[in-house]
């Protein structure tokens, strides 16, 4: 395989550009190829069988395509179908989960021996949320933290819909899911979904000053980068990166909403 493969990412939407554009900041020198399956979109209120089916017709793309690596760009299909893809492909498949240990480790403070527990939102949708995966990774910090799950399904249709900047719909949206809670008291809240990230802003204005917004981007390219760099693949300084959007739905409207997403 050689160093200037493209790199292979997918989301159940256009919420992963969101990682694309983390990839370009930090890895400018890699060639990505994106595939967005708005026509199946969204991905959290299915069950986890068709997410399992929808991801491996992706990666099979994406194979043929000769990519040298693949991020799911999506925590939802991380949750049905990392395990799976992994089994199946012989190149590196990249997954991504809610940045929840990020969230609770703000709680170790060098100056204070004992943890200081931490009121945590972890923002995802349905799947994300049901999956034994993210129950798995709730047990390791729920015992010393409060954590509390928020699926907002609805925050992934605005973005698609291409509605993110009707400020009115967003914040009252968000007022919905989240007036429940004493927000005075919230540490921080996790973005646990791609589309999320898009929303930092918002969160900003809805969220006391205190509070920190934590997502996985960052995390998930220096996560590929370190496993690209262990098998000799990173692209050489200077290569000229770069990016192409697909998407499972050809209408112009996506095509437009992909790059102004993009370059947001």
């Given amino acids: 395989m050689s160093s200037l493969a493209p790199i292979g990412v997918f989301d159940s939407g256009l919420g992963g550009i969101s990682v694309v ?42 194979v043929r395509q000769g990519v040298k690596a693949v991020v799911i760009a999506c925590n939802t299909a991380t949750s049905a179908a990392v395990n799976e893809l992994r089994e199946h492909y012989d190149i590196p498949i990249i997954g991504m989960e809610p940045a929840l240990k990020v969230a609770c480790d703000r709680g170790d403070v060098p100056s204070d021996p004992h943890h200081i527990p931490q009121r945590v939102i972890v923002a995802a949708t349905p799947l994300t949320l049901r999956e034994r995966k993210f129950a798995k ?104 990166g770069g990016v192409e959007l697909a998407n499972s739905d050809p209408s112009e409207r996506i095509a437009t909403l992909s790059r102004n997403l993009l370059g947001r």
């Fill in 21 to 62: 554009r983390q990839i370009i900041r930090d890895m400018p020198a890699e060639h990505v190829l994106y595939f967005g399956d708005s026509a199946n979109a969204p991905y959290g209120t299915k069950a986890p069988e068709q997410v399992r089916a929808l991801s491996f017709a992706i990666v099979e793309r994406f």
């Fill in 137 to 240: 990774l709730m047990e390791r910090f729920d015992s010393n933290n409060e954590i509390y799950k928020e699926p907002c399904p609805d925050l992934v249709e605005i973005v698609e819909s291409g509605r993110l900047g009707d400020h009115d719909l967003v914040m009252r949206t968000l007022h919905g899911y989240f007036d429940q809670y004493d927000l005075d008291r919230i540490d921080s809240v996790v973005l646990g979904c791609t589309h999320f990230v898009f929303y930092r802003d918002y969160f900003r204005e809805l969220l006391p000053e205190r509070a920190a917004i934590i997502d996985g981007n960052e995390g998930t390219v220096r996560h590929l980068g370190v496993v690209l760099e262990s098998l000799g693949q990173l692209a050489p300084d200077g290569a000229a």
